[in-house]
């Protein structure tokens, strides 16, 4: 079984883009692909996990999730780094879309994703972790016994003003893969 890390998508590998729906709104940070590279190095399987909740609003366009992911990999690819695997949930309570407005299983903090994941790549949660700008993020990886790390960037520095005490915060992305590699 591998272990692996969790990334959320907009807001922590990505900038926040407020319904990402073109490519032209999708930016890296300056670090983002040093960090999944490195995740990649140290033999964890990097695994995004994304709610999209846009495409139930009638905001993105499901089309679009695979073109968005097409071009993170190719950008990764030639830096030398690779996601493993991409989910997300079209889902949203209150949609527009009737076929994806539900209370489903994989909207994060649900842990949805992460368990097709696990099962999907043999992935051995209670030794993984992820990392992401909300604490729904972190939720949805405590709730399958993963460790969760928040990081400031998107919406992080709202959702640190909740906070919590025994929370691990970084920076970003970069310094959450740093901690990450630094834990037995
Ligand atoms: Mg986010
Ligand atoms: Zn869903």
Redesign the pocket.
Known sequence: MRRAVFL?????LLE?ANYLSELRGLVFFPYTVAAVRLLNQSGFAVVVV??QGGIARGIVKEAFIAEAHAFIDEKLAQGGARIDAYYYCPHHPEGAIAAFSNDCECRKPKPGQLLQAAADLDLDLPRSFVV???WT?VDAGEAVGARGVLVRT??GRESERQSRPSAVVADNLIEAVAWILRQP
């Open positions: 959320d998508r907009d807001g922590t926040e994304t709610n992401g700008d909300r993020d998107g919406h």
